[in-house]
């Protein structure tokens, strides 16, 4: 999935104003505060360097496809995502934010484009 970044908000100085992000992956993230409620959001590599979540409403699709490798993983808590299937074993993120190696390497190895753009 790719989407373009369409906000004019200066809160996100972390993304191009009609730059494309490839989607890393898809996170529905059920609120604790709410009964019943939830929110999607985006992960993309942003210009920083860092693959972080946003809201999907500061983007427009222009590719709508996920890739052929993306599996859909649960969780214990309701919350859910959408991710490589290379990349979807239980705090794939925790780890990458901690600069575990294999995480890293995963990464690299999945999103070739990225390798040395990582913060």
């Not at 959001?41 to 983007?59: M, T």
């Not at 239980?90 to 190895?109: L, V």
Request: net charge negative; glycine share 2%; aromatic share 20%.
């Amino acid at each position: 999935m790719v989407v373009k970044f369409a906000s004019k908000e200066k809160r996100n100085t972390d993304l191009s104003f009609e730059s494309e992000y490839k989607v890393l992956s898809i996170h529905h993230v059920q609120k604790l505060d709410e009964i019943g409620c939830f929110e999607v959001k985006f992960r993309v590599l942003n210009d920083n360097g860092i693959a972080a979540l946003y809201n999907p409403n500061i983007f427009k699709v222009v590719d709508s496809n996920l890739d052929k490798d993306f599996v859909y993983k649960s969780y214990d808590n309701g919350n859910y995502e959408f991710v490589p299937y290379s990349m979807s074993y239980p705090y794939f993120w925790d780890h990458f934010f901690d600069d575990d190696e294999k995480a890293i390497s995963i990464f690299k190895e999945r999103f070739p484009e990225y390798k040395d753009k990582l913060f």
